[in-house]
T-cell receptor
Framework: DVKVTQSSRYLVKRTGEKVFLECVQD?????MFWYRQDPGLGLRLIYF???????EKGDIPEGYSVSREKKERFSLILESASTNQTSMYLC?????????????FGPGTRLTVT | KNEVEQSPQNLTAQEGEFITINCSYS?????LHWLQQHPGGGIVSLFM???GKKKHGRLIATINIQEKHSSLHITASHPRDSAVYIC????????????FGTGTLLAVQP
């Protein structure tokens, strides 16, 4: 089974702190994604990566950056956390070559910025 | 106007009922995913379909690309089906990006 893991289920940070969210997948997937999920807005794509060191902005990249130094790991960075970044963050991965491009999701990290 | 609209937003059903959740979209797509999210849980992909119908156990998904509409049906619903169901079309072309509906919150009462 595909497994996508995220470093924390719950995280509380203060305004202005630098925050790292880590995501690891064990299926050698080329593509990895970071989403945030907010009530009434659904999932929105922050960034995605289609290869090591390659990234592309999603719909809401402002205030975020990403890093993909190894194929299995995709990090989301909040350079200076703000209260409006309080949200559920979900990581996903898929293979570019696979049938259907099905995305596999991690369990999510609920981040609270105070 | 959202590119993906789901209806209903909230649905309460009695155990055993047949349930339908609808998804309409306004953009060209190459495929569509149905996702399930339990409270506090991660998201699981139920189906990916690009035409016709797919069935998995008590779940059936249909899509009509020309009409830009998809439905998810649950037969003989059970309280463990209670979850948020999310429609996520994949844009046409060489992209892996999905666009997401806001979800349908289903509660199945015993």
């Amino acid at each position: 089974d595909v497994k996508v893991t995220q470093s924390s289920r719950y995280l509380v940070k203060r305004t202005g702190e630098k925050v790292f969210l880590e995501c690891v997948q064990d299926m050698d997937h080329e593509n990895m994604f970071w989403y945030r999920q907010d009530p009434g807005l659904g999932l929105r794509l922050i960034y995605f990566s289609y290869d090591v060191k390659m990234k592309e902005k999603g719909d809401i990249p402002e205030g975020y950056s990403v890093s993909r130094e190894k194929k299995e790991r995709f990090s989301l960075i909040l350079e200076s956390a703000s209260t409006n970044q309080t949200s559920m963050y979900l990581c996903a991965s898929n293979t570019a070559a696979g049938v259907g491009y099905e995305q596999y999701f991690g369990p999510g990290t609920r981040l609270t910025v105070t | 106007k959202n590119e993906v609209e789901q209806s209903p937003q909230n649905l309460t059903a009695q155990e055993g009922e047949f349930i339908t959740i609808n998804c309409s979209y306004s953009v060209g797509i190459s495929a569509l995913h149905w996702l399930q999210q339990h409270p506090g849980g991660g998201i699981v992909s139920l189906f990916m379909l690009s035409s016709g119908k797919k069935k998995h156990g008590r779940l059936i998904a249909t899509i009509n690309i020309q009409e830009k509409h998809s439905s998810l049906h649950i037969t003989a619903s059970h309280p463990r089906d209670s979850a948020v169901y999310i429609c996520a079309p994949k844009r046409g072309g060489a992209t892996n990006k999905l666009i997401f509906g806001t979800g349908t919150l289903l509660a199945v009462q015993p």
